[in-house]
């Protein structure tokens, strides 16, 4: 929204940094949806903590009906689009036009690590729960 490249929110000049759980899928179908509600309950489940981390989606083709819903449902989770005339960058073995994930970025711009549809939303919020408990940033 703000037109800031994704790669300049990250790094040890950042004022406030956060982590993000970052949702990236090439169709948004059922599997992407999941992820899609499974980054946002996550988020709301870290009540105090949750300020701590963004929420932001990377999708190719989204459903009209999704996309008529996105504002009630997801309304604070950001939507990225590559800059025109690229295309995303994504690290080794993660491939979101064959299989949606879920990516988890430290406010440095690491990627921790990645959760598909049959991870749960309890594996996902324990490992970030510890990681925002041991980090010193973000």
């Known amino acids: 929204a703000s037109g800031k490249p994704l790669a300049?929110?990250?790094g040890?000049?950042?004022v406030e940094p956060e982590w993000l759980?970052?949702?990236?899928a090439g169709e948004c179908a059922s599997e992407c949806e999941?992820?899609?509600y499974l980054a946002r309950q996550v988020n709301i489940a870290l009540g105090k903590n949750a300020n701590r981390v963004s929420r932001a989606a990377v999708?190719?083709?989204?459903?009209a009906e999704l996309e008529a819903r996105w504002q009630k449902e997801y309304s604070l989770?950001?939507?990225?689009?590559?800059?025109?005339?690229?295309?995303?960058?994504?690290p080794e073995g993660i491939d979101p036009q064959s299989q949606p994930r879920i990516l988890l970025v430290d406010p440095f711009g690491n990627l921790m690590m990645h959760y598909g549809?049959?991870?749960?939303?309890k594996e996902l919020l324990k490992d970030l729960k510890h990681l925002l408990k041991i980090s010193q940033i973000g």
């Open 117 to 121: 549809s049959d991870d749960t939303g």
């Open 59 to 63: 999708l190719g083709s989204v459903p």
């Open 21 to 24: 759980l970052l949702v990236a």
């Open 8 to 10: 300049d929110r990250f």
């Open 34 to 36: 999941k992820l899609l």
């Open 77 to 90: 989770m950001e939507r990225l689009v590559p800059a025109p005339g690229t295309t995303p960058d994504w």
């Open 12 to 14: 040890p000049d950042e």
